[in-house]
């Protein structure tokens, strides 16, 4: 039995004492409040009673630590190449959230040797069965590690605005990802969320307009999740560094998000009941990282 068999196994086995759920929150552009909503939504899964824990996957860049006003004392790379633990790594955020900051380790992993795969494969079981839900929170576009996370998590959220280039480059997104000979359009669904919008409307709107090119071009389904309204107290928790659910949690956005949270928690959708977990997730990430090498 091979090194790859092994862990295949020993990932099946875990999954059969405890799943975690996972959902990459990705968008085809930057700076359209893919990490606010990150991070807001697992606010809100942790105050409906699940253990919740943001992987911050857009190495290079810090905005979930920026966002919960945390700096955490271990990355990735600190799991990978210095022995510490996944219980070391994970620093502790408002609501009892957990944070694990990738690093620039997530642009290492292909270079991984098999001793290192199956140490990290290892300390991902153990994510799996202290979280509920792993919220991974993508970097931004349509770079190969954005790909490729979106590729192997089994829920997806694209965040889009009213600008036009947001929707041009999540069209991008998708038209890149429906290319990947691993992706298959009939056994993944890519959730939609609106944010920055004037009202519902337009956020329905957004929605139709890319679901009618996806479905024309891309042969690719896209389900409306829902929407967050333009909000100044949203801009304004991003300055104090703190959440919006937290700072103003009556504020038109806060509610929003809640009402967005409760809705994935409750939906029935098969999609949603996949519970591959984290690490069998971060095993299929390698593999398709190693082939491109």
């Not at 829920?155 to 947001?166: Q, Y």
């Not at 991008?172 to 990947?180: A, D, G, Q, T, W």
């Not at 996806?214 to 928790?237: C, H, I, R, W």
């Not at 103003?248 to 098969?270: Q, R």
């Amino acid at each position: 039995m091979d090194q790859a068999t092994i862990l295949r196994e020993k990932v099946k086995s875990s999954q059969e004492a405890s799943n975690a759920r996972v959902i990459a929150v990705t968008s085809g552009k930057g700076g359209v409040g893919k990490t606010s909503l990150s991070v807001n939504l697992g606010m809100e899964m942790a105050k409906l009673g699940k253990k919740v824990v943001i992987f911050d996957a857009d190495f290079g860049l810090a905005n979930v630590e920026v966002m919960l006003g945390i700096r955490p004392t271990y990355n990735l790379l600190d799991l990978i190449h210095k022995n510490k633990t996944m219980p070391e790594i994970i620093t502790q955020g408002p609501m009892g959230i957990g944070f694990v900051s990738g690093g620039s380790g997530v642009s290492e992993l292909a270079s991984l040797d098999k001793n290192s795969i199956k140490l990290l494969i290892s300390e991902m079981i153990k994510l799996d069965k202290m979280y509920d839900v792993v919220i991974i929170d993508t970097g931004a576009g349509i770079t190969d590690s954005v790909m490729e996370f979106v590729m192997v998590s089994p829920e997806v959220l694209l965040v889009v605005t009213p600008e036009p280039t947001s929707i041009t480059d999540a069209y991008s997104l998708l038209k890149v990802l429906r290319r990947k000979g691993e992706f298959n359009p009939l056994y993944k669904t890519i959730n939609v969320i609106s944010n920055r919008v004037e009202n519902e409307n337009e956020g329905k709107e957004i929605f139709s307009k890319m679901n009618t090119v996806s479905s024309k071009f891309l042969n690719t389904k896209l389900e409306y999740l829902g929407s967050v309204p333009q909000d100044k107290n949203a801009s304004m928790a991003i300055i104090e560094q703190k959440p919006v659910v937290v700072a103003y949690p009556n504020s038109p956005a806060s509610k929003a998000i809640v009402g967005l949270a409760e809705k994935i928690l409750n939906c029935e959708h098969e999609d949603y009941k996949k519970k591959d977990g984290i690490a069998k997730v971060f095993l299929d990430f390698i593999k398709f990282k190693k082939r491109s090498k």
